[in-house]
């Protein structure tokens, strides 16, 4: 796409607002690395839906989507060309 | 930021308030007494579209938006603790189950608890599982036939009553919600009776033994089902919960201030006495601070925005804390009455307790504020 680049970069900076560290790579694993608080994935599903105009569904769900700053693009841009 | 009601809030907002005289103000004493709410009225909030107003009009409620949800929430609070309860419940069951659902599990579930044809339960904390509710020890295994569950839920409203109830358990090691009927096998609910407040709310305690449910009664499987699906509804009731309290608190301050002008002690109202008016002055500042705090949770939600849990985390915290303060207040005003049936603030002091507790306790609010701000 496009604004993926743009994409990418709302995204990593989402992440970096809401986690204790000052970087994180696009491939980093923000829950294996232990990053997130209880209501991080929460706060992270009303950010996409809100900031892309896309709404996450339960189809959406499975780990592997939220994992990274790259599948987290990957799922905004799936669910942007489906509209 | 302004948060000034629309023409159209206040309209609504004075219909809630019409509902809740009406309909809840006159019969929640006795609905405390009986450990139960009437059938009529929750007939009534089904075909008035008020159970689950926020669903669209085809799914069973009203496409209330979600400042105005919080209106009615004040409201009901302000007229029956119980029935704000109800409403508060039957959302976060019919939004997850339109949310994170398939479509043809939404067509099937969520109109019957719009409309009111059946009531649903969220069950999600267990005997030994409270706070740490992720950690529940509530079983599913995958059989033939689909999943079989064993386990216990506890402290589950309207357990009694309902007819869905959305089930947490633990499958292949991950979190998984499922909707498990009333009268499917091997599930049965025994009431809870006795709790010090929101005593019409019909707890009940469930429990699960080789219960089979069908591949189609699974929501969701995976470690995000807890993050969203319990962790989500428990921030919609939130909301309910923190705009209930300020109803609570509301009530117990109409109610203090009409006494207080009328009993006279000393030879004047008791209201001109300064010590009293020390505690009219706090119950009335701290429930406009109160509800300045939902408004702007809903102002927030209204827009998605980033900020909205946390924002209704604090509106619940300090909600529920002005309910109960207010309700202690209340009951310290009006004396000897205060602690008699003839009032209403005894049974709010009651209920008050309970909303410092559900949907998260104060203490586990606190750590979650400071996790989110620090």
Known sequence: MADNAGNKAAIREFILENISESTVRDDEDIFERGLVRSMFVMQLVLFVEQEFGVSITGEDLQFDNFRTVDRIDELVSRKLAAV | ?374
């Open chain 2, 1 to 374: 930021m302004l948060y000034e009601l629309t023409p159209q809030q206040q309209e609504d907002r004075a219909s809630f308030v019409a509902f809740a005289d009406d309909h809840l103000v006159p019969e929640a004493d006795r609905w405390d007494r009986e450990q139960r709410l009437s059938d009529s009225v929750v007939e009534l909030l089904g075909k008035s579209r008020l159970l689950v107003p926020t669903l669209p009009t085809e799914a069973g409620g009203s496409g209330m938006d979600v400042e105005t949800y919080g209106l009615l929430s004040e409201e009901l609070g302000r007229g029956c603790g119980n029935v704000r309860n109800l409403v508060a419940v039957q959302g976060m069951v019919a939004h997850a189950l339109l949310k994170w659902g398939t479509k043809a599990q939404a067509d099937r579930w969520v109109p019957r608890i719009g409309t009111g044809e059946t009531v649903g339960a969220f069950a999600l904390t267990e005997p030994e599982a409270g706070s740490d509710a992720r950690n529940g020890s509530m079983t599913a295994e995958r059989t033939g036939a689909g999943f079989v569950l064993n386990g216990r839920k506890k402290w589950i409203s309207f357990g009694q009553r309902a007819g869905i109830f959305l089930v947490f358990a633990r499958l292949e090691g991950e979190p998984a919600a499922f909707v498990v009927e009333r009268g499917t096998d091997g599930f049965r609910t025994e009431p809870i009776s006795g709790l010090l407040g929101l005593r019409a709310s019909e707890l009940a305690e469930l429990t699960f033994d080789g219960c089979v449910v069908p591949e189609a009664n699974l929501i969701s499987h995976g470690r995000l089902t807890f993050d969203l699906l319990a962790t989500g509804s428990l921030d919609y009731g939130r909301y309910s919960t923190a705009y209930g309290s300020v109803g609570l608190a509301q009530g117990c301050l109409t109610a203090s201030l009409e006494y207080t002008r009328e009993r006279t002690q000393f030879g004047v109202p008791i209201r001109d006495h300064q010590l009293v008016r020390r505690m009219l002055t706090d119950m009335i500042s701290s429930v406009e601070a109160a509800r300045l705090l939902c408004r702007q949770a809903g102002a927030l939600r209204a827009r998605n925005h980033k900020d909205a849990i946390r924002q209704t985390l604090i509106a619940k915290y300090v909600a529920s804390r002005t309910g109960f303060r207010a309700a202690d207040d209340a009951v310290q005003l009006h004396g000897a009455n205060g602690i008699g049936p003839g009032f209403p603030v005894q049974r709010h002091l009651r209920d008050a307790k309970v909303q410092e507790i559900i949907e998260g306790t104060s203490q586990i609010q606190q750590v979650q504020i400071a996790e989110m701000t620090l």
